[in-house]
């Protein structure tokens, strides 16, 4: 689906109309193409003190080759037009290091280039030594929201928490952060807890790795199977035998294997397991993506189509996850990664079994990701927000028109948007990222 509103933003005439009517300016985000750079632009690094952190992320933009300088505070230039601002914040101890936020970005944010990147790194505030630096870094995700909300031209400001002795899993959420993959991932907070070193090749990280993905056939689905066999996974495709053709059509592309079925059969389970464990020999990576809508306001909710919805998006990924884990189809060191969404988080009216369904996937990430751990099993979700597919399409035009233009880059996001960030999931270098829910939504007003 175009974005006309978008593409006339873009002629002559829109320029004019946006720059003097000060309409919404959706600039075309930059997405990843193979050769892209992690960050093709002057980085600036600041910190508070002398952090274990803050070396380690110095180490990562030096491996990337980031041009960079480093600034105790912001600098006013114009000839300085940095691409990405990183602040390592974790050293804050208590609400007097706050003034280095304002001393540093003030006077350098309105010089970020286009597209550009925020990202602040904190200390889990949980995990705080003492409650001064608990209040300290919990303020942190105040900053970034706001911020997010004022960068303009497609920059991002995203948060990263890193618990303590975790400093050596920062790579792979950097590398993510920083780059065009994270394009329509905004106004987020991410936490990194400690994990075993993983050194992989950035430039494919799923080398060797079985991914299942189901609701492969179109829209975000094959756009997650894509990503992800470009990244060196073996793609198993699930979709229903009614879209058989589409899901042959995205599996031969990539060299995948095709299982028709539907995940809320009562065998679904059992013929996942077998069919990986048969074709492939287990899998590593879990994708819950297929899921329906049914919307209703409940007072007219009919209980087939509540049933529907919350047996596909919920019940399926439940049933599916347990039989997975029990018969040892997914292999210890995996992943799991469930697609929410924003009306799980904000509710949306005429959506309460989607809402319901969606929160539930995140009750799922919630509960299971402790126990997991033991087994080095990974379980985050994705929480896309307005993203141009066939589903978002049938939404009438006017609620269309608003969904895009609600969140701070002004527009709706792309399926690889979502699959960008699955990727990063799914990667065995973010070893240390479990238990979160990112939004992909472009910092979308609805949610928290
Ligand atoms: P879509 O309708 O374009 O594709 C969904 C795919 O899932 C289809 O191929 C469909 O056949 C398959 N599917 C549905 N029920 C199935 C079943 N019972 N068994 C097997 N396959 C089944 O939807 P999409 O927009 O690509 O959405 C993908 C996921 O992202 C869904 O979970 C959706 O709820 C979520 N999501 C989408 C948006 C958005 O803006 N598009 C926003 C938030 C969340």
């Not at 720059?19 to 093709?40: C, E, F, M, Q, V």
């Amino acid at each position: 689906m175009t974005d006309r509103y978008q593409t006339f933003t873009r002629t002559s005439v829109g320029r004019v109309l946006v720059k003097n009517l000060g309409l919404p300016d959706p600039i075309p985000l930059p997405r990843w193409t193979d050769g892209s750079a992690w960050i093709d632009g002057p980085v600036v690094f600041g910190a508070i003190g002398d952090t274990d952190t803050g070396k380690a992320i110095q180490a990562l933009l030096r491996d990337i080759g980031a041009t960079f300088s480093t600034a105790a505070e912001g600098v006013a230039s114009s000839e300085l037009r940095p691409k990405a601002l990183v602040f390592d914040a974790t050293g804050a101890t208590s609400t007097a290091d706050l003034t280095s936020l304002q001393r540093f970005f003030s006077p350098m944010i309105r010089q970020l280039g286009s597209a550009g990147r925020v990202i602040v790194v904190g200390r889990t505030p949980e995990l705080s030594a003492t409650p001064e630096q608990q209040i300290a870094q919990r303020a942190l995700e105040g900053f970034t929201r706001s911020l997010g909300k004022e960068v303009k031209r497609g920059a991002t400001v995203n948060l990263v928490y890193v618990a303590p002795d975790a400093h050596d899993q920062v790579d792979s959420t950097l590398r993510f952060f920083l780059s065009p993959k994270s394009a329509y991932v905004d106004g987020q907070v991410v936490r990194i807890g400690p994990g075993h070193l993983v050194a992989n090749d950035p430039a494919a990280p799923l080398t060797g790795k079985v991914a299942l993905v189901t609701g492969a056939a179109r829209g975000i689905g094959a756009a997650i199977a894509n990503v992800l066999a470009r990244d060196g996974a073996t793609v198993m495709g699930v979709d229903v035998p009614q879209n058989a053709n589409d899901l042959r059509k995205v599996m031969s592309a990539i060299g995948g294997s095709e299982l028709l079925l539907d995940v809320t059969s009562i065998d679904a389970p059992q013929r996942i397991a077998a069919h990986a464990e048969e074709d492939h020999g287990g899998l590593d990576i879990v994708v819950h993506n297929a899921g329906i809508t049914r919307d209703k306001r409940l007072a007219n909710m009919r209980t087939d189509a509540w049933d529907a919805v919350l047996d596909v998006n919920l019940r399926a990924p439940e049933r599916i996850t347990a039989h997975l884990l029990e018969s040892g189809a997914l292999r210890d060191g995996g992943s799991i990664i469930g697609v929410a969404s924003i009306a799980g988080i904000a509710g949306n009216n005429g959506q309460t079994n989607y809402a319901t369904s969606k929160a539930g996937v995140i009750g799922l990430v919630q509960a299971l990701a402790p126990t997991l751990a033991e087994r080095q099993i990974r379980i985050n979700a994705v929480a896309p927000g307005f993203i141009e597919t066939e589903m978002t399409a049938k939404v009438p035009f006017a609620i269309r028109e608003v969904g895009r233009r609600i969140n701070s880059l002004q527009q709706g996001g792309l399926p690889v948007d979502v699959a960008e960030t699955i990727a990063w999931y799914a990667d065995p270098a973010s070893a240390g990222v479990t238990g979160n829910v990112v939004r992909v939504c472009g910092q979308s007003m609805l949610g928290a």
